[in-house]
């Protein structure tokens, strides 16, 4: 009985090693002005599983609107734009950095300390979250 439970949370173990992991490296957000309603986070996401993962969402408690944003050229002009999902496949990396991809913090509920630290959460199409800590630093 013993050889068979732990065969079954082996094979469970395994099964569950071939979905999707993301990791995440080079976190940081700017601390904010007083007074400012809005701020940005930066951090690169590597897919480090062997399933794609399909990032549809995501919040903070610091802001009333938590979003993936990118930055778009048209007209001769940079602008940012919503990006509603994002795939990211085996072996990829999303990577938000300033002047491309990042998370943007609108309605900020308190300012953004320097030294402290950003909690955002991730929702995925697969109905799971994923929950990371980000540093504070100095814009």
């Not at 601390?31 to 701020?39: D, L, Q, Y």
């Not at 802001?63 to 001769?76: M, R, S």
């Not at 990396?93 to 509920?109: A, E, N, T």
């Amino acid at each position: 009985m013993r050889k068979t439970i732990l065969l079954l949370f082996t094979a469970c173990i395994s099964f569950m090693g071939n979905t999707a992991e993301l990791v995440m490296t080079d976190g940081w957000a700017r601390a904010s002005i007083p007074g400012a309603a809005n701020g940005a986070a930066y951090l690169s996401l590597k897919n480090t599983g062997d399933d794609a993962v399909t990032l549809v969402g995501m919040s903070s408690e610091v802001a009333k609107v938590t979003e993936l944003h990118t930055h778009i050229h048209a007209d001769g002009m940079m602008r940012m734009e919503h990006v509603p999902s994002k795939v990211i496949s085996p072996g990829e990396s999303l990577i938000m950095q300033p002047g491309g991809y990042h998370v943007m913090l609108m309605g900020l509920k308190q300012p953004l300390q320097e030294n402290g630290m950003l909690h955002i959460v991730l929702d995925f199409a697969d109905g799971t979250q994923q929950t990371l800590d980000v540093g504070i630093r100095k814009p």
